[in-house]
């Protein structure tokens, strides 16, 4: 009991954590239980600290916060318009393109891997190519099925994607032009005495401001680079490749080798074993390596010092609580509980004081 009495003491004896601890447990709490509900709400203040990062900038050249806050919600509008009218189909129709070429994909698959068992008898069996083959059937034709249970519900897919379009977009602009007033509200209801957490919030805003910006920008870049490489070298699927090119570097380590293989697949498919299936990949790998040794370095001034077990593991953990947004704000997540942990204050014991247990017999 003493162990536990003083270890107790040492991490749990000043009050600032107290305001720490209640201050994430009430934040996590809202999330998980009210996020969908809150989920315009919770968007728009995502993008609002986003933009607030070019809005900043346009106040130090001296043009006011509400001149600034238009060009920059002006310019965010028109992107967009952009994504929603000529991103978004091109990247339906290739999508409806690449389901509608799957059976001739696993028809001219399944005639290649028939002639596995000729060539390599003793580690491939008749029995084993048909029995994946089955498999692969089986869940294509599971993936039918939910697209199509998606397509009935896809008027109240619709109407509720129509009202965030409208609802995100007017919450943003009011969060970046009343940002102080907010934020000054907010202050008024929690305790003066909170300066563990704000030494947190420091900590973290720094990182997390320069991380979020940084892989918004480096979505754009690596994504851009690669739609124009795939059109340059005639690879199918160009938009819907090179967007799922630019989402993979979310996740790091991962994502890159993971969006190789449909890359590889839809390269074979259309020239097989031929120069240009050797020549995209390596055009792919190349943009991975100026990525991971040029960009990167370039777009994060403040590097996010964490080992590749810890974004795996954030990764794991909040992608499964929190799906897709869980695993875009893994990093940063994993970040605010390195900060916390760093910044939680400890209570060393007393020069002189006898551990527990010490003592006489």
């Not at 068992?117 to 048909?130: A, C, G, K, L, M």
């Not at 009011?174 to 008024?188: E, P, T």
């Not at 790998?285 to 040029?294: E, R, T, Y």
């Not at 794991?316 to 605010?336: N, S």
């Amino acid at each position: 009991m003493d162990i536990i009495r003083n270890w107790f003491r040492r991490y749990f004896s000043d009050p600032q954590v107290v305001i720490l601890a209640l201050f994430l447990i009430v934040g996590f709490a809202v999330v998980l239980t009210m996020g969908h509900m809150l989920a315009p709400v919770l968007a728009g203040v995502v993008i609002a600290y986003l933009l607030d990062g070019l809005v900043v900038p346009l106040e130090r050249r001296g043009i006011g916060r509400t001149w600034a806050v238009l060009v920059v919600f002006i310019v965010f509008m028109l992107f967009l318009l952009f994504a929603f009218f000529g991103i978004i189909p091109r990247l339906s129709f290739q999508l409806t393109q690449l389901v509608q070429q799957l059976p001739d994909m696993v028809s001219r698959g399944q005639a290649m891997l028939l002639k596995l068992p000729e060539r390599y008898p003793n580690f491939v069996t008749d029995e084993q190519i048909r029995e994946f083959m089955l498999a692969i059937r089986t869940e294509l034709g599971s993936m039918g099925q939910r697209v199509l249970s998606l397509s009935v519900a896809s008027l109240v897919s619709l109407i509720t994607l129509l009202v965030y379009l409208i609802l995100v977009p007017v919450l943003v602009f009011f969060f970046l032009k009343d940002k102080d007033r907010i934020l000054g509200w907010l202050a008024s209801y929690l305790p003066r005495e909170r300066h563990l957490s704000t030494a947190v919030w420091h900590d973290v805003n720094a990182q997390i401001g320069n991380y979020i910006r940084g892989k918004m920008w480096e979505i754009f870049i690596v994504g851009g680079v690669t739609y124009a490489t795939f059109t340059l070298m005639g690879l199918q699927y160009a938009v819907l490749l090179s967007t799922l090119v630019g989402l993979s570097v979310i996740i790091p380590y991962i994502g890159a080798a993971v969006v190789t293989v449909p890359i590889a697949i839809i390269a074979y498919f259309q020239w097989g074993w031929g120069s240009e299936f050797f020549y995209v990949l390596a055009a792919y790998a190349v943009i991975q390596a100026l990525d991971g040794n040029v960009l990167v370095p370039l777009l994060f001034s403040e590097v996010v010092d964490l080992h590749p077990v810890a974004i795996i593991v954030a990764v794991l953990v909040f992608g499964g609580i929190w799906g897709f947004w869980g695993i875009f704000f893994a990093i940063p997540l994993a970040t605010l509980v390195k900060a916390v942990l760093k910044a939680w204050p400890r209570k060393e014991p007393e020069a002189g004081a006898e551990p527990a247990g010490a003592g006489g017999e």
